[in-house]
């Protein structure tokens, strides 16, 4: 909470609302601390789990902040009550903006913790596919690389893929970040998006939506994790013995 309020000093705004996508706890984390900190703080969501929920909101809920207009797009799988937000000025030369947390990422979508591939596939293709193509999609984690990776295994001749992760792999490199995509971009290279593609129902081997989807959430559960460097201070603290006290001896 304190880096976001550091980060609000020094853009001189003031926080008014909170709109969560779900519960989990990276998501929804500090919503109790700073509803202390800021008394008379709104925060909307969609799920009674979510910490400090002051306004509990709906499918096609239209809220508005000043000039921002937002539309609630409920999405559940990922977990039961989750929900996106589509947000835009009317007027405005910008292009419209989706805050789609673990529902869909650049070249990815979220796992079926609480829910099925039905309805993730509704969440896919009616609900967040029909926006503006034009759409920035601001997804709740960095994991472009991976999804990516993910994306070339499944369609290896895919130039749209090949770009984007030689484009992701450079902004990994210099500590930038990959987000936003736009939906336009998604079409290209998320597999998720592409159920209907030759090359992504011959990896799946399958061809009703629903089952290809299903198969390619089920493989990219199974993808082999990514080669982690250690972190330098947790090897110094096992080094000095500090997690000792925590490890149990055989």
Partial sequence: PFQLLEIIRKEDVVLRAILTTHHHWDHARGNEELAQLLPGLQVFGA?????????????????????????????????SGHMCYF????DSPD?????????LFVGGCGQFFEGTAEQMHTNLTQILGTLPKD???FCGHECTVRNLK????VEPENEAVKEKLAWARRRDDEDLPTVPSTLHEEFLYNPFLRLTEEPVQR????????????????QRDNFKKPKERPNPQAVLAFDWGLFAPFLEKK
């Fill in 95 to 103: 292009a419209p903006a989706l805050f789609s947390g673990d529902t």
């Fill in 87 to 90: 947000m835009w000025e009317d």
């Fill in 203 to 218: 990896f799946t081997g399958r061809t009703e939506p629903v089952e290809v989807l299903r198969v390619l959430r089920s």
């Fill in 135 to 137: 759409t920035k999609v």
């Fill in 150 to 153: 993910f994306a070339l295994k």
């Fill in 47 to 79: 799920d009674e789990r979510i910490g400090a929920l002051t306004h509990r909101v709906t499918h096609g809920q239209e809220l508005t902040f000043g000039a921002i207009r937002v539309r609630c797009l409920f999405t559940p799988c990922h977990t």
